[in-house]
């Protein structure tokens, strides 16, 4: 066996990208281009090399071939002797080995712009002759600003890690409700607590791909947009063979297709939207109502992902009930239906729109993903644009983990004042305190990549209607039609 060849499978490759590596690690190139009498350990020349289209790697041939305009739109990448890396033709997911390597950052790390306490006066510069009183003065004044300076960076390098690394624990029992108790402001409160926040938009006067110049007219914009692309919240009445029941079935399963495919989250919110607009205006059998969200997805993929699934896949996934042509003719049927109109304004832009108030925090967010896709899931947020909806879910996301009070810098980016977030929030938690309707959907926050988000939230929920009662009071009983 070639020397090069053996050098390969006893090394472990790290980062490639990594600038600061030490000279001595061996990569394919520089193992290829040591001679016939050259070993592999020896200290590699610094030598000028050479790029090759293939690679050779434990006797796998691995060709990166042009992709041809209009050709494969297939996911997948075609790999010839690596049979152990597409066992069952699942997509290699990037957590282990090689791969998960070097993807992991290179150690640059961003400067802190947390501003630090003013650096203490020396008190060692020789200044003129001056009365003794003064100088005692200006020392004792100098002397407390030294350690708060040490102290203030101590609590950066110390409090940042724990705050990443802490999980979601059991939450107390007595979080801050007051706020959904307080009596309603008066429009002059309400315009105080807009008025009064902190732009963080200045911070993004340098990075064009935030375009801070114009976000603010963007978002007003898909704040009107929204109204006009909601669905009839009552559009089931005019079906005859559908319920709300299997709507929601309908889009669990989706929901499991859509994790399945690892699609966008844009995807799946742009894909019940199509439902929803194709069901306000065209009744649709029973038999069929699968073939709709099978081509909702398939519509929303094409428009949202940058390689979305063939057609023989979401065939498949429907297990053959539906043939390709029969697909192919109801998008260009659902797509007439709704005037070739797609411009819907995700939730999931409002809920990052939000998260810049909330520092990014990622437990907020992961928890506020969750309690976004229950609008989804139960009609009855069909009623509610999707900033709504997106306020709401951070709210109580805040309100579980004890991020505290809804101040005037969140309600700015969110646009929604608490008072306005209150229907929407007794509607989550109406739910999250029921029974477990969708188990694909809470099978799939309840592990650890999303921090067990949907145990955490309906544990909290059934504490919260223990304690309080159900927000909602029994006031708007749900359709029979669910």
Known sequence: MPPAVRATRQRTVTNENDENAGPTRMTRAKAAGLGATEHAGDVPKKTLATKKSTATLN??????????????????MKVEGLAAGA???????????????????TGVT???????????????????????????????????????????????ENVVPKEEEKPIKQMKKEPKIESLEEAPRTKEEIVEVFDDFIDLDKEDVDDPLM???????????????????????????????????????????LLEVHTRFRLLPETLFLAVNIIDRFLSSKIVQLDRLQLV???????????????????????????????????????????????????????????????????????????????????????????HPPSQVAAAAMYLARLVLERGPWDSTLAHYSGYSEEEIQPVLHLMIDYLSGPVLHEAFFKKYASKKFLKASIVLRKWAKEYV?????????????????
């Open 59 to 76: 006797g796998a041939t691995r060709t990166r071939t042009t992709r041809a305009a209009l050709g494969d739109v297939s996911n997948t």
């Open 87 to 105: 066992k069952d033709g699942k997509k290699p997911a990037a957590t282990k080995g090689a791969v998960a390597k070097a993807a992991r950052p």
């Open 110 to 156: 961003k400067a802190s712009t947390t501003t630090k306490a003013p650096a203490p006066k020396s008190t060692n510069n020789k200044r003129p002759a001056a009365a003794a009183a003064a100088k005692n003065e200006i020392a004792k004044k100098a002397k407390p600003a030294a350690p708060v300076e040490q102290d203030t960076e101590e609590e950066e």
């Open 211 to 253: 375009v801070s110049e114009y976000v603010v007219e963007i978002f007003e914009y898909l704040k009107e947009l929204e109204i006009a692309t909601m669905a009839n919240p009552d559009y089931m009445e005019s079906q005859t063979e559908l319920e709300w029941k299997m709507r929601g079935i309908l889009v669990d399963w």
């Open 293 to 383: 969200g099978v081509t909702a997805m398939f519509i929303a993929s094409k428009y949202e992902e940058v390689l979305s699934p063939h057609v023989q896949n979401f065939r498949h996934v429907a297990d053959d009930g539906f043939t390709e042509e029969e697909i192919l003719s109801a998008e260009r049927f659902v797509l007439t239906a709704l005037n070739y109109d797609l411009s819907y304004p995700n939730p999931m832009n409002f809920l990052r729109r939000i998260s810049k108030a909330d520092n990014y925090d990622i437990q907020t967010r992961t928890l506020g993903k969750y309690l976004l896709e229950i609008g989804c899931l139960d009609h009855r947020f069909l009623a």
């Open 466 to 482: 223990i304690e309080y009662g159900n927000p909602l009071q029994e006031e708007q009983p749900r359709s029979s039609k669910r």
